[in-house]
């Protein structure tokens, strides 16, 4: 077939396979995603087992090598790599390249099953397993949250109650808070006094371990029909901490925690980032979308969802694109 010939003889078939072709790149252009940065699939995660005071050799004896016998059991499993250092075992899983990204969420909740099952074999003092599989997650869209005028645990407040109603908004997937500023209640002890009452630092310990996790108060039968007893708790930690009471040893007379220390919260020691806006301690709020939908209408329906929280949340409080 000559097409130059063709379309000399019949231009206006020519012309109308052209609009078309104009008008269906006009509707695509409209429709396709656009991302700065596209978002791509790392078939790779990191298992992170806490054992406190335990040597580097310790911990691959006896927490390192026994999640990797776990681990490769998985017929998925392409390579498997460890570090053992004291107090930590870091293991990198990474599965086969023939597995498709839609596979990879099962994969992954195979192998935290096998990492429970692991648990219990694991030492005394050795912490549960943490699977970290979302570090290939992309983040198109920053703000900055600043509020000079408040205090960083009202700003921490304000941060929870923009991440809850951000992931209300269609599209969607993830909302990250960096720069959140850790905290720590820090308890001022005259050593000399508690030695004179005969109470040691692991009796503090205990009490607190003991009494500091959530109590159920049973329930008791009335009328055939099982009531809840309900313990009401200091509305405040310091104040429930506080109130602890002590036994002193050798008699039957009991302090309150608040008469051998003087409880303070403070910024921990050390902080896992630090964020500045225009010099203002400011926290970074981060959005990822869903991978089917256009980054730009959801970008839309986010800016339209933070102007509204601006205006309900108090006078003073900038969340500010970045």
Do not use: C, H
Not at 88 to 116: F, H, M
Not at 147 to 163: H, M, N, S, V
């Amino acid at each position: 077939m000559d097409i130059a010939r063709y379309s000399i003889d019949k231009p206006v078939n020519i012309w109308l396979m052209v609009v078309i072709l104009l008008l269906g790149g006009i509707l695509a252009m409209s429709k396709i995603g656009r991302l700065e940065d596209p978002a791509f699939t790392i078939k790779q995660v990191k298992v992170y087992t806490s054992y406190s005071g335990a040597s580097a050799e310790k911990v691959e004896r006896e927490v390192t090598e026994r999640l990797e016998i776990a681990i490769q059991q998985m017929p998925q499993l392409k390579k498997v790599t460890s570090v053992s250092s004291p107090g930590l075992s870091e293991i990198t899983v990474e599965v086969k390249s023939t597995y498709d990204t839609n596979l990879l969420p099962q994969i992954w909740d195979e192998l935290r099953k096998r990492l429970r099952d692991t648990t219990s074999s694991l030492p005394t003092g050795a912490q549960a397993p943490v699977v970290f599989d979302d570090f290939g997650d992309v983040y198109g869209l920053y703000y900055a949250l600043s509020a000079p005028d408040f205090d960083t645990r009202e700003l921490r407040e304000f941060a929870r109650i923009i991440r809850r109603d951000l992931l209300t908004t269609e599209g969607v997937a993830k909302v990250n808070v960096t720069g959140v500023q850790n905290e720590q209640i820090v308890a001022y002890i005259n050593p000399y006094q508690l030695a004179g009452l005969g109470i040691s630092f692991p009796d503090l310990t205990t009490l607190f371990e003991d009494n500091l996790r959530p109590f159920n108060g049973g329930r008791i039968k009335v009328d055939e029909k099982n009531v809840r007893l309900i313990v009401e708790r200091a509305p405040d930690k310091l104040e429930e901490i506080s109130n602890l009471s002590v036994v002193v040893p050798g008699t039957n007379r009991s302090l309150r925690v608040a008469d051998i220390a003087t409880l303070k919260l403070e910024p921990a020691d050390i902080q896992p980032v630090y964020v500045r806006y225009n010099g203002e301690e400011a926290l970074t709020l981060s959005v990822s979308a869903l991978t089917d939908v256009n980054i730009v209408d959801v970008g839309k329906r986010v800016n339209e969802k933070v102007e509204k929280l601006i205006q309900e949340l108090p006078v003073g409080i900038t969340l500010t694109p970045i």
